[in-house]
């Protein structure tokens, strides 16, 4: 069974429009931690937010919003007035237990490609 | 400040040759990855390594080798290669293992098997 799921394979949208990208994930740990990176058509990866199982606060920075429910083991991101620059692969990830337990694993979803047309 | 590279960028490698694909970070992290890439899969780890001297398997590490000698390096050696190892290939670290830590990722090598 997969792990962390990004059922939106491909999103587009119009700038300035806003935009929520959902993340379901599974797990039988108690403390665990959920993770967004964008990947930009360049390739690189880039962390956007680190969430522990224990902090269901949402979290807001600049026109990025993070919406973290444990009761639906999701954790959606939000982008809002979205702009051209936005274009990117976004991806989930999931660190817990790997099954040794001597260490987490990241475990990363399928990924979804947003283009934001201008 | 580099952060991690990688090399080669880029490889075009016949079956059976072995290839290994060089990672260097200038972090000092202790923890280090080697991801694969392919569509519609997201990145699946292949081998990490908590601190220099270990290594551990990841979720997809058969036909892969890894070695942790020091601290900074962190290279992936493909003893035979074979077409499904086709993929993009990234390095990454953290200042610690333990998965809350962010992971910084490398550039990544482009590999084709043919």
């Known amino acids: 069974a997969q792990k962390v799921t990004q059922a939106q394979t491909e999103i587009s949208v119009v700038e300035k429009e806003d935009v929520t990208l959902d993340c379901v994930y599974e797990?039988?740990?108690?403390?665990?931690?959920l993770f967004w990176y964008k990947q930009p058509p360049s390739g690189e990866l880039v962390f956007l937010i680190r969430?522990?199982?224990?902090?269901?606060q949402n979290e807001i920075s600049g026109r990025y919003s993070w919406n973290f429910q444990k009761s639906t083991s999701s954790f959606n991101f939000t982008i809002t007035a979205s702009q051209v620059v936005d274009s990117a692969v976004y991806f989930c990830?999931?660190?817990?237990?790997?099954?040794?337990?001597?260490?987490?694993?990241?475990?990363f979803g399928s990924g979804t490609q947003l283009t934001v047309l201008p | 400040i580099a952060g991690i590279t990688q090399a080669p960028t880029s490889q075009i490698l016949a079956a059976g040759r072995r290839m290994t694909l060089r990672c260097t970070q200038d972090?000092?992290?202790?923890?280090m990855y080697w991801y694969r890439q392919d569509l519609g899969l997201g990145l699946r780890l292949i081998h990490y390594?908590?601190?220099?001297?270990?290594?551990g398997k990841g979720e997809v590490p058969d036909g892969y080798s890894v070695s942790r000698a020091n601290t900074d390096d962190f290279p992936l050696t493909l003893a035979s290669a074979v077409p499904s190892q086709t993929s993009v290939y990234f390095c990454?670290?953290?200042?610690?293992?333990?998965?809350?830590?962010?992971?910084?990722f490398g550039p990544g090598t482009r590999l084709t098997v043919l």
């Open positions: 990454a670290s953290s200042i610690l293992a333990g998965g809350e830590n962010e992971q910084f």
């Open positions: 797990t039988r740990d108690t403390t665990y931690y």
């Open positions: 969430r522990n199982s224990f902090d269901e």
């Open positions: 990830a999931l660190s817990e237990l790997v099954s040794s337990g001597s260490a987490r694993q990241l475990t």
């Open positions: 972090m000092r992290h202790n923890a």
């Open positions: 390594s908590n601190t220099a001297g270990t290594t």
